[in-house]
Each structure stands twice: as C-alpha cells, then as structure tokens.
C-alpha cells in the first residue's frame, strides 16, 4: 500500500495560493504530488510519502496543460471559494 500524505488547504486560496502549497508542502515532505480532489469545504493534496522526491514541483491549472508537462490527476477543487475543476501537472 502506497502511504499517502493527505495536507489540507483553505478554501480561499487563490491559484496561485495552492500552487504555493504543493511547492512548499513537496519540498517539505519530499514527496511528490499524486491525488487532488476536496471534501466538500476544504481541497485535499495528496503526497506520496514512499516515492523519490520531485525534481520539479507539481501546479495545479484551470488551463489546457502545456505540451511538456505531465498529467498527474484530474479532479475538483476549491479555488477562491469556487469548487473547480483541474489537472495537476509536472513539467517534462
């Protein structure tokens, strides 16, 4: 079993706000970002505690991804008090 890391972050939180987050939140547990998602009043970023730490950090987007970034996952979180839908991504 993989041992996630699940950190919460506020609900007002700007894009910009939340891409902070996983930046920080990847550089402090040294894990990468896998899973996305909210539990109604809250977005939840889920960190894989047994894999290597990222070379680069993850960021969430509303947009099309760019052409040389990974996906990661796809799902609903809340931006700015907006529940809205994403794709977090790792450049290539």
Avoid: C
């Avoid at 506020?10 to 706000?17: D, I, K, N, V």
């Avoid at 894990?31 to 505690?49: C, H, K, M, R, W």
């Avoid at 960021?59 to 794709?87: C, E, H, Q, R, Y």
């Amino acid at each position: 079993m993989v041992p996630i890391i699940t950190v919460t972050a506020a609900p007002q939180l700007s894009l910009e706000q939340l891409n902070t987050v996983i930046a920080q939140q990847e550089e402090f547990l040294g894990a990468p970002l896998v899973t996305i998602g909210n539990n109604g009043s809250q977005t939840l970023l889920g960190f894989d505690e047994g894999a290597d730490p990222p070379g680069k950090h993850a960021f969430i987007t509303v947009d099309d991804p760019p052409a040389n970034a990974k996906p990661l996952a796809w799902g609903k979180v809340i931006v700015s008090g907006k529940l809205t839908d994403v794709v977090a991504l790792r450049q290539g």
